[in-house]
């Protein structure tokens, strides 16, 4: 069975760094286009940061020079590296794997930033 499990989350203060991880099992996760994806309270979900099975990567606005997405191959392991953390930054954290035919999700890692 597929399975996505982040870990990396906790609370940090704004200007810290968190590095999120996305290990999968049950899929080739190189195969997959890699996403994070972000939700806080009461705001819609939010795509983060994109890695596609070429390389390409796109990242939101709001993280753009803050955060870098990568993979490890061998690990089966997409990465959110996430520097210059503000407030704003605070939400449960989604990781996702996507291709043309299926879908799926991790259950999800919260980061707090906060002083």
């Known amino acids: 069975q597929v399975q996505l499990v982040e870990s990396g989350g906790g609370l940090v203060q704004p200007g810290g760094s968190l590095r999120l991880s996305c290990a999968a099992s049950?899929?080739?996760?190189?195969?997959?286009?890699g996403n994070w994806y972000r939700q806080a309270p009461g705001k819609q979900r939010e795509l983060v940061a994109t890695?596609?099975?070429?390389?390409?990567?796109n990242y939101a606005d709001s993280a753009k020079g803050r955060f870098t997405i990568s993979r490890d191959g061998a690990k089966n392991t997409v990465y959110l590296q996430m520097n210059s953390l503000k407030p704003e930054d605070t939400a449960q954290y989604y990781c996702?794997?996507?291709?043309?035919?299926?879908?799926?999700w991790g259950q999800g890692t919260q980061v707090t930033v906060s002083s």
């Open positions: 890695i596609t099975r070429g390389g390409t990567i």
């Open positions: 996702n794997a996507r291709s043309v035919v299926a879908n799926y």
């Open positions: 049950g899929i080739i996760f190189s195969t997959y286009a």
